[in-house]
Nanobody, 125 residues
């Protein structure tokens, strides 16, 4: 059983920065892709960013590209999301996700994806 635990959410003014972290514990053997999703009130959960096992592949949604940076430390089983120049529309619950498998599993596909419980990010105008 794998468990993902997020931290680092909070309240920040527009233009500010936050850094989210996610730690994976449990049966974390093998390689994986890790990522972040978010869900705003009354909206569907959406993809934010992903990073491959060795960090050579990163993807971002158009809405955060250039402002957010995803990184990981495999020796600590952690992934981070540095969020700069935050906007009110970034307000959401942010979820860490992971998917294990050979190659670069598609973390945007539902099967075998593990979720964290989420952390709230609120950006005031």
């Amino acid at each position: 059983q794998v468990r993902l635990v997020e931290s680092g959410g909070g309240l920040v003014q527009a233009g500010g920065s936050l850094r989210l972290s996610c730690a994976a514990t449990g049966r974390t053997f093998g390689t994986n892709v890790m990522g972040w999703f978010r869900q705003a009130p009354e909206k569907e959960r959406e993809f934010v960013a992903r990073i491959s096992w060795n960090g050579d592949i990163t993807d971002y949604s158009d809405s955060v590209k250039g402002r957010f940076t995803i990184s990981r430390e495999n020796d600590k089983n952690t992934v981070a999301l540095q969020m700069n120049d935050l906007k009110p529309e970034d307000t959401a619950v942010y979820y860490c996700a992971a998917k294990w498998g050979a190659g670069v599993p598609d973390i945007r596909a539902d099967e075998n994806r593990v979720w964290g419980l989420g952390t709230q990010v609120t950006v005031s105008s």
